[in-house]
């Protein structure tokens, strides 16, 4: 592969003016941006050459998984969270939901060696594959100087390098708050908006003055595992064989399954028992793009996860956040809320997506 080619190919997804309403990042190499984005492509990379990362990180579905609640993982098996979307993931602080990575670079190694992920023996096996790649080591010749060869160091920064290229900001919310232009939300998007900070959602989704990560990068318990536990206590109605579907109770359905394991998460990083529960703030921006909602993907849409938050949550929950209460939608108020959260939508979101590897 010639590299000219693939470093074309990189500033392609590096679209003016998308980061608009976000911080600004340190300057990227494109050099070690180019090197990130051909292993994030890779399926060679994982244990039986079948897995990559954009494969639970899609870009044409927000650089997450769509058609899912969670991801599949090696041989099929499902994980047991939904996989957070890319986009903008250069402004969070603690990767993973759980919060167990302190940066990007630590982040990206992870998935080479867990079990259910791409489930290589060690590291040292994926920078073994990595250097017998010809095209690969040509992109790290290019990105750290002529005979240099790959490192775990060096593949968490390229492949964290080209996740903070991923910036999708700019959308109309951001013209009309950050870019003077009046006109860029409808009268609408502008109620959703009021209506946002007024039930105090800007509380975890943060909104400056200058900019607007949509996230307070903290850890809540927002009470969706309890309410998931609460579904499996249900009947469901599950598809046999095409055309045949059936009831069934939670105890035939143990009868050929098994129960799904509990997460704890940030509980599980931490052992503080108040993190019980409690998974990382996801940014609203692009969320038109990332469904579906939720640590465990269990809402499948947006009109679901304000419904949730107006049923206020799952109060059984002791732990859950004290600031989650019921409320009654004023009328038109659900619909402005909507049309807010997809003002959010990035044009570079889509720019991106249709970038092929």
Known sequence: ?????VLSAVAATLPTGAGLGLPTLPALDERRVALGRALFFDRSLSVNGTLSCAMCHVPAQGFTVNEIRTSVGMEGASLR???PSLLNVGHVRTPFLDGRADSLEEQALQPFT???EMANPSIGSVLRRIDATPSHRRLVEHAWGRGQRITAAR?????????RSLVAAGSPFDRWRYGDEPGALSAVEQ??????VARGCTGCHLVGQRDALFSDGAFHNIGIAT?????????????LVPGLAATLTPAELLRIGAPDAPDEGRFEVTGHEADRRAFRTPTLRNAELTAPYMHNGSLATLEQVLDYYARGGSPQDRLQDGRIRAFAFEAGERAALLAFLRSLTSPAARQLADTPP
């Open 1 to 5: 592969m010639c590299v000219g080619l």
């Open 155 to 163: 593949l968490g920064q390229a492949l964290a390098d080209y996740q």
């Open 114 to 116: 867990n079990p259910h």
């Open 81 to 83: 969270r939904n996989a």
């Open 227 to 239: 309410a998931t536990r609460a579904r499996a206590a249900q009947p469901v109605t599950a598809e």
């Open 191 to 196: 109620r959703g908006f009021a209506a946002f």
